[in-house]
């Protein structure tokens, strides 16, 4: 599996930018994509994520209301965009995309569920 994200940048506090990743390499049954953040000194921490039998969408407590995870599929690839708004200097991060089979639902969060992850792009926010 690879998986290409995208999108970070320095942005001003209160503004939105959105990050893509890619995943491609693979069938999507069972399959869960994910994108978690990390600010230096911190732990990786998940941010939200796919479920794509079922379609489920999951979010981390500290971005619901102001992250949205959209998402797209074809028979090449698995898109998971994340749209994030309202951003606050505490979301700087670098952001990282990744995946997993067979990940159960009290697992989603902890990032050793995930065999396959990006490069990371990293997200500024300013004052």
């Known amino acids: 599996v690879q998986l290409q994200a995208s999108g970070g940048g320095l942005v001003q506090a209160g503004s939105s930018l959105r990050l893509s990743c890619v995943a491609s390499?693979?069938?999507?049954?069972?399959?869960?994509q994910a994108w978690f953040r990390q600010a230096p000194g911190k732990e990786r921490e998940f941010v939200g994520g796919v479920r794509w039998s079922g379609g489920y969408i999951y979010y981390g407590d500290t971005v619901k209301g102001r992250f949205t995870i959209s998402k797209d599929r074809d028979n090449a690839k698995a898109t998971v965009h994340l749209q994030m708004n309202s951003l606050k200097l505490e979301d700087t991060a670098v952001y990282y995309c990744?995946?997993?089979?067979?990940?159960?639902?009290?697992?989603?969060?902890?990032?050793?569920?995930?065999?396959?992850w990006g490069q990371g792009t990293l997200v500024t926010v300013s004052s």
């Open positions: 990744a995946a997993g089979t067979g990940v159960i639902l009290s697992n989603i969060r902890n990032p050793s569920a995930y065999t396959y």
């Open positions: 390499g693979r069938t999507f049954s069972n399959f869960h």
